[in-house]
């Protein structure tokens, strides 16, 4: 039950992206064919939303559930790494018709091909995992 707040939350965020088309693979491909805005728009949304939110965070300094203050720290500054980290996962996401939340919401759809995708975003991540320490952060 302690749970159970986190699994409504998912299977409604679930919903609005089967709804939206934002999981579509064909929204996807049009996306990085440059063809519709369906998939930017949903994406620049979600990123001013997101902007707003944080900025309320920080002035209104807004406490957690339990009380705690909520610290956001500051990104360091490094244009390779996002140039990297971006170009990685725009390959992946381009390659497998899914980002990392909407894999499991396909899943969830039927799509069970998306088993092959979730097995090689954890190994990934886990190979990642083994060499942070060696690349440059």
């Known amino acids: 039950m302690k749970y159970l707040k986190f699994i409504v939350t998912g299977i409604f965020f679930g919903i609005v992206l089967v709804k939206s088309e934002a999981v579509s693979w064909y929204r996807i491909f049009e996306m990085f064919r440059f063809e519709s805005f369906h998939m930017y728009g949903?994406?620049?949304s979600a990123v001013v939303t997101g902007i707003i939110l944080i900025q309320i965070i920080k002035r209104k300094k807004i406490r957690?559930?339990?009380?705690n203050p909520i610290i956001i720290p500051?990104?360091?500054k490094s244009?390779?790494?996002y140039l990297i980290?971006?170009?990685?996962f725009g390959l992946g996401w381009a390659?497998?018709?899914a980002c990392p939340g909407p894999m499991y919401i396909l899943l969830g759809t039927g799509v069970f091909s998306m088993i092959i995708v979730i097995i090689a975003a954890v190994l990934g991540t886990f190979v990642y995992g083994m060499v942070k320490d060696k690349l440059p952060h």
């Open 42 to 44: 949903i994406i620049g």
């Open 64 to 67: 957690s559930i339990e009380g």
């Open 74 to 76: 500051n990104k360091d």
């Open 79 to 81: 244009i390779a790494r």
């Open 85 to 88: 980290g971006g170009s990685l």
């Open 95 to 97: 390659l497998a018709g």
